[in-house]
């Protein structure tokens, strides 16, 4: 466990992001790996179907594990503020929702992956395969769940090596560690026995946090589902050229998550302790390290983006779809700064508990990225996608950065009505 509430904010944050950061390589690596794989020894067809199912796989996942991320900031509240029996009815509660509506998600989309995919005017010939990929994929969503949420409930308490001892293992066996653990090393964490149980006002809670949080997480999938039939328009080629240089966009914008994550942790306890002061230092720490992390990021793909995007092609057509990748690399490797921008901030907010903000903020984001793909791939290909992707975080940050100051001008304000809040109590 790490208390965020003393000590150096930058030490904690670096700390606890680093090994989000290595979790989040190793899981992109099998990703890329995945990838490669289908692109070189199976060929183009299977790479373009890769990539099409990519976004709607993860707008199932990433709509599920929100609830997981929002959930974790309250558990962080409650760590922070030393509430205990709070913390563990959170996490039964979510755990047993949680579990519940995986399952019937897995359920039903794989029921419904025929009528997806012909929404999305996936071509003929990758059509059938791209329907065992999917279907295969969303099996394993349960277990996806479970680890998550037990993954966000060490992070909540600033264990964030744990879950990244178990992310090499299979996702059962991930869950089955993780619960393991908790039970034996964190039982601040585990509910008791009379807990086990979904508590109507804490899932409300949960909601609030998690519910919003989920959506905002669907809602970047959905936009992308959206792209991707865009993409679907231009031909295989360009598919599986889309579908490369995501996997590079994922190195570069997913760890970024992770650094908000810590973000958003340091914040949370330090709300729940009423230890104001020592949010905005923490929030500058954060963005200090997701500058740096994008000024490595994009010079490593600025020298190498040819090469990456060879890596996952060969054979009839690999030239055309090593061509469309390494052009989009070359403008995306500036591009790359506004998601760590943008991925701070949202840290921030989501750590104050101003989930609905984090929600205008993707929102504006994806829409405004989605039309400006549909205005622009049709003229300039992949470069206008990349245009595309940096006016929508271009705006994201425009609404984000004078909210940030409106919200530290009211901390104060917050600070006395906690206070006032305390006192009336101690009459009662």
Same mark, same amino acid.
């Given at each position: 466990?790490?208390?965020?509430?003393?000590?150096?904010?930058?030490?904690?944050?670096?700390?606890?992001?680093?090994?989000?950061?290595?979790?989040?390589?190793?899981?992109?690596?099998?990703?890329?790996?995945?990838?490669?794989?289908?692109?070189?020894?199976?060929?183009?067809?299977?790479?373009?179907?890769?990539?099409?199912?990519?976004?709607?796989?993860?707008?199932?996942?990433?709509?599920?594990?929100?609830?997981?991320?929002?959930?974790?900031?309250?558990?962080?509240?409650? #760590?922070? %503020?030393?509430? =205990? $029996?709070?913390?563990?009815?959170?996490? &039964?509660?979510? @755990?047993? *929702?949680?579990?519940?509506?995986?399952?019937?998600?897995?359920?039903?989309?794989?029921?419904?992956?025929?009528?997806?995919?012909?929404?999305?005017?996936?071509?003929?010939?990758?059509?059938?395969?791209?329907?065992?990929?999917?279907?295969?994929? #969303?099996? %394993?969503?349960? =277990? $996806?769940?479970?680890?998550?949420?037990? &993954?966000?409930? @060490?992070? *909540?308490?600033?264990?964030?090596?744990?879950?990244?001892?178990?992310?090499?293992?299979?996702?059962?066996?991930?869950?089955?560690?993780?619960?393991?653990?908790?039970?034996?090393?964190?039982?601040?964490?585990?509910?008791?026995?009379?807990?086990?149980?979904?508590?109507?006002?804490?899932?409300?809670?949960?909601?609030?946090?998690?519910?919003?949080?989920?959506?905002?997480?669907?809602?970047?999938?959905?936009?992308?589902?959206?792209?991707?039939?865009?993409?679907?328009?231009?031909?295989?080629?360009?598919?599986?050229?889309?579908?490369?240089?995501?996997?590079?966009?994922?190195?570069?914008?997913?760890?970024?998550?992770?650094?908000?994550?810590?973000?958003?942790?340091?914040?949370?306890?330090?709300?729940?302790?009423?230890?104001?002061?020592?949010?905005?230092?923490?929030?500058?720490?954060?963005?200090?390290?997701?500058?740096?992390?994008?000024?490595?990021?994009?010079?490593?793909?600025?020298?190498?983006?040819?090469?990456?995007?060879?890596?996952?092609?060969?054979?009839?057509?690999?030239?055309?779809?090593?061509?469309?990748?390494?052009?989009?690399?070359?403008?995306?490797?500036?591009?790359?700064?506004?998601?760590?921008?943008?991925?701070?901030?949202?840290?921030?907010?989501?750590?104050?508990?101003?989930?609905?903000?984090?929600?205008?903020?993707?929102?504006?984001?994806?829409?405004?990225?989605?039309?400006?793909?549909?205005?622009?791939?049709?003229?300039?290909?992949?470069?206008?996608?990349?245009?595309?992707?940096?006016?929508?975080?271009?705006?994201?940050?425009?609404?984000?950065?004078?909210?940030?100051?409106?919200?530290?001008?009211?901390?104060?304000?917050?600070?006395?009505?906690?206070?006032?809040?305390?006192?009336?109590?101690?009459?009662?």
């Amino acid at each position: 466990m790490r208390d965020m509430t003393k000590g150096s904010a930058h030490s904690h944050l670096w700390r606890y992001a680093l090994p989000l950061l290595l979790g989040n390589w190793l899981q992109l690596a099998y990703n890329a790996v995945d990838s490669i794989i289908a692109g070189r020894f199976i060929g183009k067809n299977a790479l373009a179907a890769e990539g099409i199912a990519s976004p709607v796989m993860n707008l199932v996942i990433l709509a599920i594990t929100g609830l997981c991320i929002g959930a974790g900031v309250l558990m962080s509240e409650y #760590f922070g %503020g030393k509430e =205990f $029996t709070l913390l563990r009815q959170s996490m &039964a509660t979510m @755990l047993l *929702s949680g579990s519940a509506v995986s399952v019937a998600a897995a359920a039903l989309c794989m029921i419904f992956t025929p009528d997806i995919l012909k929404v999305m005017a996936v071509p003929e010939e990758i059509y059938d395969i791209t329907v065992i990929y999917l279907r295969i994929t #969303f099996l %394993g969503m349960p =277990f $996806t769940f479970i680890y998550n949420a037990l &993954a966000a409930g @060490l992070k *909540s308490v600033g264990d964030s090596k744990t879950p990244l001892k178990f992310l090499a293992f299979s996702a059962v066996l991930n869950a089955v560690l993780a619960c393991g653990y908790m039970l034996l090393k964190v039982k601040e964490l585990w509910p008791r026995k009379g807990q086990w149980k979904i508590d109507r006002m804490m899932l409300k809670r949960i909601m609030n946090y998690g519910g919003s949080t989920a959506f905002q997480q669907a809602v970047q999938p959905v936009g992308k589902v959206l792209i991707q039939g865009q993409v679907n328009a231009l031909g295989v080629s360009t598919i599986a050229a889309f579908n490369a240089v995501t996997r590079v966009d994922d190195f570069a914008c997913i760890p970024e998550q992770g650094i908000a994550s810590a973000i958003s942790t340091y914040i949370a306890q330090n709300k729940g302790a009423k230890k104001y002061d020592r949010i905005r230092t923490g929030f500058r720490a954060g963005i200090r390290l997701e500058i740096c992390y994008w000024l490595i990021i994009g010079s490593i793909t600025a020298l190498f983006r040819t090469p990456m995007i060879s890596m996952f092609v060969t054979g009839e057509g690999a030239k055309e779809v090593v061509n469309l990748g390494s052009r989009y690399l070359m403008y995306m490797c500036v591009f790359y700064l506004w998601p760590a921008l943008t991925n701070g901030f949202q840290g921030f907010f989501r750590g104050m508990g101003k989930m609905y903000t984090t929600i205008i903020g993707t929102t504006i984001q994806i829409s405004v990225r989605t039309v400006c793909t549909y205005l622009l791939a049709p003229e300039l290909g992949m470069e206008g996608i990349a245009f595309a992707c940096v006016t929508g975080w271009s705006l994201m940050l425009m609404f984000e950065i004078p909210y940030y100051f409106v919200t530290c001008r009211k901390m104060p304000e917050e600070i006395k009505s906690r206070k006032d809040e305390r006192q009336k109590k101690r009459k009662q």
